[in-house]
């Protein structure tokens, strides 16, 4: 997977190359040297003091890569105009390099990184709308293909649990959540917290 970050100084931060070690970091002139090959990401940086409809506008010409946008100050409503702007995700410029293998991961797999800020928002709001149909107009033959655990950490994320709160509730730790979350993503064939909670919630997905 190639990754080309774009920054108006063109400046290569130590977290993106411990994260992305190959990755290219170029000016937003530079866009026409992007060649559309192999898979790949676009990330571009959001300066304190960027317009980001500007920003994306200077990287227009580029292949149509997923875009994730690299925000000096992220808060939901920049997070939503980048995705309403065709971005794939959006997340803290200085984001650690876990959590930057973590967003490449959803991106690269067709999901989105939407922060978990808004994210909870989100989740929250489908699992409210979506529980106001009664019990039995739900679809409950996703949990014939988990097990008893993966059923109750699948229930409580839909919800809008944080992994932090599911490991409170079932006095497990954070990192047995996130292997739960990772097998009940791949025997859903889900990409994300959000298709998750409505695949949960009574809709297909």
């Given at each position: 997977?190639?990754h ?15 994260a ?5 970091v ?8 992007i ?6 990401i676009?990330?571009?940086r959001?300066?304190s003091?960027?317009a980001?409809n ?10 149509r ?7 000096d100050e992220?808060?939901?409503?920049i997070?939503m ?6 971005a794939a ?15 490449a991961?959803?991106?690269g797999?067709?999901?989105?990184w ?7 928002q989100?989740v929250?709001s489908?699992?409210?709308?979506l529980?106001?149909?009664s019990?039995e107009e ?8 988990l ?5 109750q950490?699948?229930r ?14 079932l006095s ?5 959540v996130?292997?739960?979350l ?6 859903l064939?889900?990409r994300?917290?959000l ?7 009574g809709?297909?997905?």
């Amino acid at each position: 997977m190639q990754h080309w970050i774009f920054d108006r100084e063109a400046e290569m931060l130590a977290s993106w190359q411990e994260a992305m070690p190959a990755a290219r970091v170029l000016a937003r002139r530079e866009v026409s040297n992007i060649l559309d090959g192999e898979p790949g990401i676009l990330w571009c940086r959001l300066r304190s003091g960027d317009a980001l409809n500007e920003v994306l506008s200077a990287i227009h010409g580029a292949p149509r890569y997923p875009l994730v946008v690299l925000c000096d100050e992220p808060d939901d409503e920049i997070v939503m105009r980048a995705l309403e702007a065709g971005a794939a995700g959006c997340c803290n410029t200085h984001a650690a390099p876990e959590v930057l293998r973590q967003v490449a991961l959803v991106v690269g797999n067709g999901g989105l990184w939407v922060g978990q800020s808004l994210l909870q928002q989100l989740v929250g709001s489908t699992a409210r709308t979506l529980g106001q149909r009664s019990r039995e107009e739900k679809r409950d033959d996703w949990a014939q293909l988990l097990s008893e655990r993966e059923v109750q950490v699948a229930r409580l994320v839909a919800g809008g649990a944080s992994n932090k709160e599911v490991a409170s509730q079932l006095s497990i730790t954070e990192r047995t959540v996130k292997a739960h979350l990772g097998a009940i993503f791949e025997k859903l064939s889900l990409r994300d917290r959000l298709q998750l909670s409505v695949r949960v919630n009574g809709l297909t997905v």
